[in-house]
């Protein structure tokens, strides 16, 4: 053979260890959902779809907020440094498939922090699920969600099933307030339906009265039609209405205008804890109830994460569900740390290892408790209290 055939052969050879050493041609992924790859220097991309426009921006950027925290606080994952991009749910199912098809058509994005709203929720769950995505909602608690006939694939929440939040609203009402008749009130979204709805079945189940569950329509602003309907049915000595900030701020300063319902004791929920809500209500909100998250967290990881917030914010939390986005993020970050392959300077994370990895979360510390997963996605360590707005302020009062 010549001896210009052995020099290319030689070179062929480094050539070939070259790109071994460098992992151009080692990784083969065997992933069923596929893989995403990072190469040296690429930062790892996850996507938020929280709602960060209209009346209820106050909760999703507070869960923006936390998760931005999470990635100051994490810094980098296996040499990678960490991207987001923000998506914005709109807080309905319009927003929420618009965004998820945004999100899945980016192949560098790994997983999703979202969705703020259980409405902008249920199709984007859809969405990421059959793309082989894995979300993680920081907010979302209608229990469809997590319905073992109804869930998707690559959903998981930090937040509570409203089947909790909705009992504890009614054992405070039956048992602390002593209230035997109830109504709710709803807008067809299906975390207001949800938790109405277990709201009314518990407290029927306790012994009390539900004189009426009826809706509103979103975007509605006169409300007197169906107030003076709950009105006709009872008066009720107490009406629930776990809606959003727009339609709870003109149910709260209605209510106080139409006959039999002067003495009835309104109360909503965590879709109206915010600076926003506080602001719509006025002063016809003084006094009302909220149910919501137990905040009362404690230990020197939230300490860190309020001085952090204040810090990088120039105020303190300005909805419920900052911690609870600060864990999903982290929950993402611990399993690409556990799944991920580096291999040459490149990192590999197979989406369903990833998946299962979250779904397998068990007595993961989080700033909200020790956070273990079902098969459903149901991650909460559910912790609920009850708060009333006092002088302009939510003061927590139960338990």
Known sequence: MSKRFFI???????AGLVLTACGGSTFECDDPLGCVTYEDGDPIRIASALVISGPNTDLGTD????????????????????????????????????????????????????????GAGVPMSKVVSEAGYSMVSPSNTAPSLTDPALHEAGYLRTAHNDKVQGRAMAEFAYNELGLTSAAAIHDGDPYTEGLARVFADEFEALGGTIVEFTAVNK??????????????????????????????????????????????????????????????????????YFSGPDLSFSGQVYDDFLAKYVEKYGSDPISVFHAHSFDAANMIFACVEEVGVEDGGALHIGRQALRDCLFATSSFSGITGSITCD?????????????????????????
């Open 219 to 288: 975007g509605d602003t006169d409300m007197r039609p169906v107030l003076t309907s709950v009105a006709a049915a009872g008066p009720p000595e107490f009406l629930y209405y776990p809606v959003f900030t727009a339609e709870g701020g003109f149910l709260t300063k209605q209510a106080k205008e139409v006959a039999g319902l002067e003495n009835t004791v309104l109360a909503a929920a965590d879709g109206m804890i915010s600076q926003a809500a506080i602001d719509a209500v006025g002063e016809a909100g003084e006094g009302m």
């Open 63 to 118: 869960s923006q907020y936390g998760v931005e925290i999470a990635i100051d606080f994490k810094g980098e994952i296996m040499g990678h440094s960490i991207e987001l991009q923000a998506e914005d749910d709109g807080c309905s199912a319009e927003g929420g498939q618009t965004a998820g098809q945004k999100i899945v058509a980016d192949p560098s994005i790994v997983a999703v922090v979202g969705t703020s709203c259980s």
């Open 375 to 399: 098969q459903y996605g149901d991650c909460a360590d559910p912790k609920i209290s009850v708060s009333q707005l006092n002088n302009g302020e939510y003061e927590r009062i139960w338990p």
């Open 8 to 14: 290319i052969l030689g070179l062929l050879v480094v």
